[in-house]
């Protein structure tokens, strides 16, 4: 967990329950009082967790196994002292989806195995100096849906099995540039479900099963333009 002290700043630590089983892991940024490397979205892969944190080159993604000497720099994603910022960390069997920047490509979709080589770009959704705003990152189903902007369809709801040929648009529920915005995703029953805006129903609740088919709006709460959620 992450915890603040006045030596240290907020730092990584360690629990058994006990009081002498409560320590710091490790000062990642040994910088006094000047606020610690703030370890953020612990997520466990591969029986370590990664996290983001912040030394000397910037807020990068890190690695541990609990102890000191195995607490490091997983990969130095946005090399030269730019932040890659990593976060969304979400579980996919073995690998791990979370968003970065590097220092090509604005914030996209990344994917890690918790080694340096497999952490990589998963898919440059908008290529070029505009970024796809991958947000809501959800586990379902084997997939991680989540909604992203590839500059041609607004806003939309996105599906990723971990591979670049497997992330794609699930379904463009308002077609064209135009955004649907969906946000709120909540599993229940083997569905997932969320609400999505449009100009004839305005925010309404939405279903999907991870399909194009299966992905549909629940029921017009409020009829007409206005929004029931």
Known sequence: FSAAEYQHGSELWCTNGTLMGTFMVKDILANGTTGGSNPYGF??????????????????????????????????????????????????????????????????LWVTDGTAGGTQLLKDIRPGSSTSYPSYLTAYNGNVIFVADNGSNGTELWSTDGTANGTQMLVDIVPGPYSSDPVGFTEMGGKLYFYAKTSQHGSELWVTDGTIAGTKMVKDIYPGYKSGM
């Open 43 to 108: 997520t466990e892969i591969n029986g370590m967790f990664i996290f983001a944190a912040t030394d000397t080159i910037g807020r990068e993604l890190w690695i541990s196994d609990g102890t000191t000497n195995g607490t490091h720099l997983l990969k130095d994603i946005y090399q030269g002292g730019g932040h890659a910022n990593p976060a969304d960390f979400t579980k996919l069997g073995s690998k791990v989806i979370f968003t970065a920047r590097d220092g090509s490509n604005h914030t996209e």
